[in-house]
């Protein structure tokens, strides 16, 4: 009778890992690496293993340090790391990606108590911490070479009044300025639709996301609803990051909520706001009303108490 | 003596205004920006908090209970007028440093409080001691804030230029950085008093109405026995 363990449920086996998990979602992000590097070069690939690298090694460190179990094997530092190479412009200073990704380890998600307990997404902290202290770098994009059109002057978030349907390829493909990893619509989709067949995620909250995207810049008088959507960030925030299961809702209906104030909140600021693009703003405000979120959408369970 | 140097050391260590007792936390966001700035802030408020201790402890058997609080304000407005004009005519670019922050010592909690926690009810030698010792401990606390922010957030110290330019994290000296820095240093406070041995008690400063509060202390596990109790006994009846 000694080897019988009690613990808390669920009591499900499964032989689905955190390690499994982040191993589909670093495949799923693939795609767009490889187009980064066909559009901007080698500096693209170099940026993001060297992110990597910094995130894992700050995981062990800090763990070491802090005498905890080392939890780098289970790769949530290697996406983490992905993610913030991917939110920073081809030439960002090499020191300044790294101390992103510092912020983005050690204050969003180490010292809230590591993978599991973070409560916003620690790729946005990174890409806000960068943001607030290089505003400057991080809004210099290099540009892919070759043409002389609305898209190699500027990201196309800043010219959307001039994009009409012909510059759809060229937004689709990502041949324009702007992130590493945020310009390549079609990659993007890509790795989307192989973590929902992989059934990593539920494709709830990027719908709504993307949709309401289109549908409140539109509303808004915002230039381009539908083009908007393949500009600035929303496709890598909406597939890859509001989708992180740490910080998004639990049920059904509270991804369908979180997509959709995400989506209006991007278009809120994208039409009204100072700055150009509003996906990490949205995501990082919505990521603080999960809690609350999931319990105004939590299930009544079959028989379960009636509340008062 | 002893006692009047413990009292000094309370107001720095174990009681110290902005890390433990969280008062005043308005102004260090705010101003521990720049050294200078922070040590002028820091100089400014201990002398309004000597003064106003000192002299609400004088008039603390003349001042009627249901308007203290005015009369306190009044007095420390006095003060905090003083300062104003004097840093205003001699120190220009400290006043326009410290911008509305000065004025706004009139309402700073650790002033107001100190007031109505020490200087009425302690005489006027203790209140002067308590009154420096919180003063040193803001300045302090303010001062190694702002030589960690003005480092790192414009690479000089005291306007001298330590770290090239170029080579600045921005956001630590605006408000995002401001809070992380602040709430980064009560840790490192709890984890060397935890190191020293002297537990944390999270009870300083507390008045027994646990109401919200978060920390989890014994105190709210004796009041929430009580409340327990004082509910099964109203059931009863």
Known sequence: MSSLN??????????????????????????????????????????????????????????????????????????????????????????????????????????????????????????????????????????????????????????????????????????????????????????????????????????????????????????????????????????????????????????????????????????????????????????????????????????????? | MKRKLNILANGIFKENPVLILILGCCSVLAISITVSGALGMGAALTFVLVGANVVISLLRKIIPDKVRIPCYIVVIATFVTIVEMVVEAFLPSLYEALGVFLALIVVNCIVLGRAEMFANKNTVADSFFDGLGMGIGYTVVIVAIAVFRELIGSGTIWGYRIIPEGYQIGIVKQTPGGFFCFGAAMALLVYFMNKKGKKFDPRIGCDGKCGNCGLGCKNQEDNAALLAASDKEAAEV
């Not at chain 1, 979602?25 to 980064?36: E, F, H, K, R």
């Not at chain 1, 639709?193 to 995207?213: A, E, N």
């Not at chain 1, 100072?274 to 995501?283: D, L, P």
């Open chain 1, 6 to 308: 009690i613990s808390i449920s669920p009591h499900i086996r499964s032989s689905r890992t955190t390690q499994k998990i982040m191993l589909d979602v670093i495949i799923a992000l693939i795609p767009a690496l490889i187009a980064s590097v066909v559009i901007f070069g080698v500096r693209a690939l170099v940026l993001t293993v060297i992110s990597v690298l910094v995130c894992v090694l700050c995981e062990y460190v800090w763990e070491k340090l802090m005498h905890r179990e080392v939890t780098i094997f289970d790769l949530s530092a290697v996406v983490t790391g992905i993610l913030i190479a991917y939110n920073v412009p081809v030439g960002m200073p090499v020191w300044q990606l790294i101390v992103g990704d510092v912020a983005a380890i050690i204050i969003a998600k180490m010292l809230f108590g590591g993978i599991g307990c973070n409560f916003v997404n620690p790729a946005l902290v990174g890409r806000i911490f960068i943001m607030f202290s290089f505003a400057t770098e991080i809004t210099t994009y290099t540009y892919p070479a070759g043409g002389a059109d609305a898209l190699s002057s500027a990201t196309p978030l800043t010219v959307m009044d001039k994009l009409d349907w012909s510059n759809f390829t060229q937004l689709f493909l990502g041949s324009h300025g702007g992130v590493i990893g945020g310009t390549c619509a079609v990659a993007l989709l890509l790795g989307g639709v192989y973590l929902v067949l992989r059934k990593v995620i539920k494709p709830i909250v990027p719908l709504c996301f993307i949709g309401s995207v289109a549908l409140f810049t539109w509303a808004f008088g915002g230039a381009q609803p539908i083009l908007s959507v393949f500009a600035g960030g929303v496709m890598l925030g909406a597939i890859f990051m509001a989708t992180d299961y740490v910080t998004s809702p639990i049920t059904n209906w509270g991804k369908a909520i979180f997509g959709l104030a995400c989506g209006l909140i991007t278009a809120f600021i994208r039409v009204f706001g100072n700055y150009a693009e509003g996906v990490t703003f949205a995501i990082l405000i919505m990521n603080l009303v999960v809690p609350y979120i999931n319990d105004l959408t939590m299930k009544k369970p079959l028989g379960g108490a009636v509340k008062k």
